[in-house]
C-alpha cells in the first residue's frame, strides 16, 4: 500500500513514525521539501520525501495540514483524489480563543473536505490523538468516521499493525463530534494535570 503524508510537522512526524514502526513506507510530501526529506531522514529508509506537487501513485493520502490547508489541497488535488483514501485528521479549532469550531455550523472540516474533493473517500481519524503521544510508544485508541468502508477497514488495518485500537463511530456525519469532542479535549487538558498537557489521551 502506498501511503503519502502530506506535512512535515508534529502530526506527520508521530503517524509516519506508527507507520513506519509498523513496517509500513510512506511518502512524506511538503512545500518545503527539504522539511519533508529532514523528516524522511528520521523515519529511515522505509521513508522517502519529496515536494508538494502531486499524490500520483498514493492509494492512502493522509492530510496532516491545518484545516485551510487541508482544504486547500482537497481542492487542488480533487481530479486526482479521486478514488483515493484520504484521511482528515483536522482539528478546526479557533486557536485563538478554544471557544469554539471555525467550521459552518451543521457541518465539519471532513465533509467540507469531502466537499472539496468530491470523488474522495474521506475517512477522519487521528483528529484525537496527540502528536506527542502517537510519536511515544504504546497503545491509542483512534476514532475513525467515514462513509466508505473499504476505505474505513484500510485505515483501520494500518492503526492495527501500528500499536493502535481503530474504534469505528460510523458514518461521515459523525466526524464533527468527533472534532467538537476534541475542542473539549483541549479545553480541559489544564483542569486534568494542572498545565496544558498533550501527554493525555481519550481512550475508551
Ligand atoms: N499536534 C497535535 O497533537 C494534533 C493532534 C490531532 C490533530 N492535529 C491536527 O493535525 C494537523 C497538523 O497539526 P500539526 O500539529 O502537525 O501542525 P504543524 O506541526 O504546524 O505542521 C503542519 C504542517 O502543515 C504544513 N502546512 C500548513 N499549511 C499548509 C498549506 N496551506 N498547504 C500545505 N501545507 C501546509 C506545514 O508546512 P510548513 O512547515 O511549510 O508551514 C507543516 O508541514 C492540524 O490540522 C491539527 O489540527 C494535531
Known amino acids: 500500500m502506498e501511503i503519502l503524508i502530506v506535512g512535515s ?6 503517524i ?8 509500513r513506507r510512506v511518502r512524506i510530501a ?14 529511515g529508509e522505509n521513508a522517502g520525501g519529496e515536494p508538494l506537487d502531486s499524490p500520483e501513485g498514493a492509494d492512502v493520502v493522509v492530510l496532516a495540514t491545518p484545516y485551510e ?13 479521486a478514488g483515493t483514501t484520504v484521511v482528515d485528521i483536522c482539528n478546526p479549532v479557533d486557536f485563538d480563543t478554544f471557544d469554539r469550531l471555525v467550521t459552518p455550523a451543521g457541518t465539519s472540516a471532513a465533509e467540507e473536505i469531502a466537499g472539496a474533493a468530491s470523488g474522495a473517500k474521506v475517512v477522519k481519524a487521528f483528529n484525537t490523538t496527540f502528536a ?41 456525519q459523525h466526524a464533527g463530534a468527533l472534532e467538537a469532542f476534541q475542542l473539549l479535549h483541549m479545553r480541559v487538558q489544564d483542569q ?13
Open 9 to 14: 510537522g508534529n502530526m506527520a512526524r508521530g
Open 69 to 81: 490547508g487541508s482544504k486547500e489541497m482537497a481542492r487542488r488535488w480533487a481530479d486526482d483524489l
Open 132 to 172: 506527542s503521544r502517537l510519536a511515544a510508544p504504546g497503545p491509542l485508541d483512534v476514532f475513525i468516521a467515514g462513509d466508505d468502508e473499504d476505505a474505513k477497514r484500510q485505515i483501520a488495518d494500518l492503526c492495527s499493525s501500528a500499536e493502535l485500537r481503530p474504534i469505528d463511530v460510523g458514518g461521515l
Open 16 to 23: 509516519g513514525l506508527r507507520l513506519v514502526h509498523g513496517g
Open 192 to 204: 486534568i494535570q494542572g498545565n496544558w498537557s498533550t501527554a493525555i489521551t481519550f481512550a475508551l
Open 30 to 43: 511538503d512545500r518545503d521539501p527539504d522539511k519533508a526529506a529532514d523528516l524522511a531522514a528520521e523515519l
